[in-house]
């Protein structure tokens, strides 16, 4: 019979509802090394029965482990702290596992520690992905003919960053690019490499922030069969690029030790493979962007400062569309010729109205989200001819409704003339606004929030309130 420290228990007996509502791998040992919590997550990624587990010792349940390798069993004997610890196994059932988790010692009130806990995250979809992307990428850049980029504008701004892009495109030299999210720091990239005498080699790109820290290094270096549990002989992505051009995005979310072995990389053109035993070399040009400022990473200490100004060679700062509202115009006519044969309705254009929207809104997610928009509000008209009116993101967007007074139309009925009292009057005509709009915006929550002013979340808990039963189209 189990034996479970009262602080513990009590806890456990508060936490337990919540813990199995995570759905994530997550465990709590007692001071003796059981498991008096395993969920059901954790039973699926270890292949080993939930109901057996509980009350068993760790080391029971993996006669393979030693505890010197248990963060859990160190957490609770040597109050060790594990923060996004990464680890590679094989399951009970001899499945590999890709793990990351956290574990830290449990506490009573006397400092005593009581047991350990652990959350973590079943990495192993990620890096079978990471395999799939290896052997696509290794077949979809051998197709060497690549158009140039198609970049609108019309504004003089744009007009000198293309300018020093092609300039810089020519020149064999690493670049920054940076801007905000949405400005088409992707785009840039691939107008450097068409630009250059690279052109007919790959151009492989990576954002940082979309694998897990411990997966970026392999994935760009490759892998030696044996570097870890699990681990084939795999090329990584300057393996791949060899000869062409390799775009790190979102530099910003690159570890430091990671900036730097690119760094090294820069400047010596050899890398290591992970537990590879053999210097490798890569003829691979480097062109990396960034959403944060430099200033500040390097103020914050989130970026090395040898590496940016290795990179700092070609810079390029791409403008906000804020900073550049003369092309919002010809953006606009370009996504909706794009977009105009993914609905039934013919869109011919845009009406001065919708044009008058997109050029009073700021647009923090810049031409990303110009697009969005646009797409939203073509697939949302009922009506041929003209784009009449952008329908817009109350979450996003901090803007004023653009839509004039008078053009509410007062209700049909006359509720002054009614014998309500003046709480019940208010509501009435309240309800009939509500409805007025919903039939104006053909039962479109979003649109009819617009023409009344109010959040989507806001006109929602009215028409409940109401009961108003009509059809409405949440989106």
């Known amino acids: 019979m189990m034996t479970i420290d009262p602080e513990l228990l009590q806890s456990l007996e508060i936490f337990k509802h919540f813990f199995d509502l995570i759905h994530q791998p997550m465990a709590i040992i007692d001071k003796e090394g059981k498991y008096i919590y395993y969920n059901r997550e954790s039973a699926e990624l270890d292949g080993y029965p939930m109901e057996q587990a509980l009350g068993k010792p760790m080391l029971k349940v993996y006669p393979n482990l030693r505890k010197e390798d248990s963060t859990m069993l160190q957490a609770l004997q040597q109050g060790k702290e594990y923060q996004d610890n990464y680890q590679s196994y094989y399951n009970h059932v001899g499945k590999l596992v890709d793990y990351m988790h956290t574990t830290v010692p449990l506490y009573n009130k006397h400092k005593d520690i009581i047991g350990a806990i652990e959350i973590g995250r079943n990495l192993s979809t990620v890096r079978q992905l990471q395999d799939q992307v290896f052997k696509l990428n290794s077949k979809l850049y051998q197709n060497k003919d690549q158009p140039l980029p198609e970049i609108v504008f019309v504004s003089q701004k744009m007009q000198k960053v293309i300018d020093q892009t092609n300039i810089l495109g020519a020149n064999d030299v690493p670049v920054l690019i940076v801007g905000e999210t949405g400005t088409g720091k992707e785009l840039f990239a691939h107008l450097i490499h068409q630009t250059s005498h690279r052109r007919n080699n790959a151009f492989i790109s990576l954002n940082c922030s979309a694998l897990p820290t411990t997966l970026i290094e392999s994935t760009l270096f490759g892998t030696v069969k044996g570097a870890f549990t699990g681990a084939e002989n795999h090329p990584g992505y300057l393996e791949l690029a060899n000869g ?46 960034m959403n944060e400022s430099p200033a500040e ?26 900073e550049r509202k003369e092309d919002i115009p010809v953006l606009a006519r370009y996504f909706i010729d794009k977009h105009k044969t993914d609905v039934n309705v013919v869109i011919t254009g845009i009406s001065e109205h919708a044009l008058q929207q997109l050029m009073s809104a700021p647009w923090p997610g810049n031409v990303r989200m110009l697009e969005n928009a646009i797409v939203r509000s073509i697939v949302l008209q009922n009506e041929p001819g003209e784009l009449q009116q952008i329908i817009l993101d109350d979450e996003l967007f901090d803007i004023h409704s653009p839509y004039p007074e008078n053009q509410f139309e007062k209700p049909s009925t006359s509720i002054v003339a009614s014998n309500n009292n003046l709480t019940e009057q208010v509501e009435n005509y309240e309800k009939q606004l509500i409805i007025d709009a919903l039939n104006q915006a053909n039962g479109k929550i979003i649109a009819a929030a617009k023409l009344l002013n109010i959040s989507r979340t806001t006109l929602q808990y009215k028409v409940k309130k109401y009961q108003i039963q009509m059809g409405v189209v949440d989106n």
């Open 244 to 289: 062409g051009t390799l775009f790190l995005d979102e530099l910003n979310a690159m570890p430091l030790d990671m900036q730097s072995k690119l760094l090294r990389f820069l400047q010596e053109k050899t890398y290591w493979p992970l537990g590879g035993n053999k210097e490798q070399h890569a003829d691979v040009r480097i062109v990396a962007a």
């Open 297 to 322: 990473l390097l103020k914050t200490g989130k970026m090395r400062s040898d590496l940016f100004y290795r990179l700092n060679v070609g810079l390029i700062k791409l403008p906000a569309l804020r």
